[in-house]
């Protein structure tokens, strides 16, 4: 069986559970009709410009609407081959873990992937202290970090889970730059947290999981969804963000979702689908309905059922280094070469008898 028909059964596999879990709503193939308008001429997505984040953020959404990256040509360009041809050039561990993930996802080996292996990449950017990247990346990138490295079947470093569990909020929150004090923390980073740690292992009837999730329920807003965080100087109003990324950990933590409604029958998913425009983008908030891509590529992956995640594969060790410092190949090669050389001069020997 090839990897990207194993791929496609995990994943057939993945989604029959999950439609189990989430109710199917309508809006993916509008958003995705939406989301092709903003395909920029090299095939990735930015404004004005693509970056390798926002394209690898709308491939693993194409990825979970059901459809297939590698079939949004647009000059010639797809969203892969943006990837592939900006690989070499990524420098922080969120984009690498983004990327990883996509690729993971489109069916692409990312030990391979525009020429790098980006798992080796990836993996020597853990820091002595437990944190993945450098001084540009926090909470996120690190979590994602870690849910890249499930993507492709590698072990997580207990270093790194540690690094999440020991920057948990008393209240169950993270705050995004890893910052410990009480009232510093959000939504969001929590439920990447969350996500992330029941990749690595973490039981989801385990206290640390349990007290974010009991912080969530306290979080949730009458029309269903949940805000960046409450309280907050900046308001409370719910948001497509903050409301996607919540339920994709409510799902990962395998919450029956029957029990998270307030108000006339409102869910998080509902309230996420309330977000969406009539283009089939989606909107940050209610009250500032313009189209807002970060929201759509988020919401539909949530809204679909998927966690990250989306897909996984095996991808195996990094492929040994074709001279190792001991020199043992290179004097092998001398001694082949040497009696090369000498089969030769015999040869020549007799022609001359």
Request: charge should be negative; include cysteine; hydrophobic fraction near 45%.
């Amino acid at each position: 069986m090839s990897q990207k028909t194993c791929l496609l059964v995990t994943l057939l596999l993945l989604s029959s559970l999950l439609l189990t879990a989430l109710p199917a709503l309508a809006g993916a193939p509008e958003a995705m009709d939406w989301l092709r308008e903003q395909q920029n001429d090299d095939g990735g997505f930015g404004d004005p410009d693509s970056t390798v984040g926002n394209t690898a953020d709308a491939v693993q959404a194409i990825v979970a609407a059901g459809e297939d990256p590698g079939a949004w040509n647009k000059n010639g360009n797809t969203p892969l081959t943006f990837l592939a041809a900006n690989a070499a050039d990524i420098v922080t561990a969120g984009d690498i873990a983004k990327t990883i993930m996509a690729a993971v996802d489109a069916g692409e080996n990312p030990r391979d992937f525009g020429g790098v292996d980006l798992v080796a990449v990836l993996e020597a950017m853990l820091g002595s202290d437990g944190k993945f990247g450098g001084e540009n990346d926090f909470q996120g990138a690190h979590c994602l970090s870690i849910l890249a490295l499930k993507s492709v079947s590698r072990p997580v470093p207990v270093a790194a889970v540690d690094y999440i569990k020991n920057s948990q909020i008393e209240d169950g929150t993270w705050a995004w730059n890893f910052a410990t004090t009480a009232g510093e923390g959000d939504n969001n980073s929590a439920a990447l947290a969350v996500m992330a740690l029941l990749a690595a292992g973490e039981p989801a009837d385990g206290e640390i999981i349990q007290k974010t999730i009991s912080h969530f329920a306290g979080q949730q807003n009458e029309d269903g969804g949940f805000p960046y965080i409450n309280p907050s100087a900046y308001g409370t109003d719910s948001d497509a963000n903050s409301t996607a990324v919540v339920l994709q950990a409510l799902i990962a933590a395998g919450e029956d979702l029957s029990t998270w409604v307030k108000g006339d029958a409102n869910t998080p998913a509902t309230a996420l689908a309330g977000f969406q425009n009539d283009d089939g983008s989606f909107a940050w908030q209610l009250a500032f309905p313009d189209s807002n891509f970060l929201a759509t590529v988020q919401a539909v992956p949530a809204l679909e059922g998927k966690v990250y995640p989306i897909a996984a594969m095996t991808v195996g060790e990094a492929e040994p280094e074709t001279l190792p410092e001991t020199g043992g190949v290179l004097l092998s090669a001398a001694w082949l070469v040497l009696a090369g050389l000498a089969v030769a001069g015999s040869g020549a020997i007799l022609r001359r008898r």
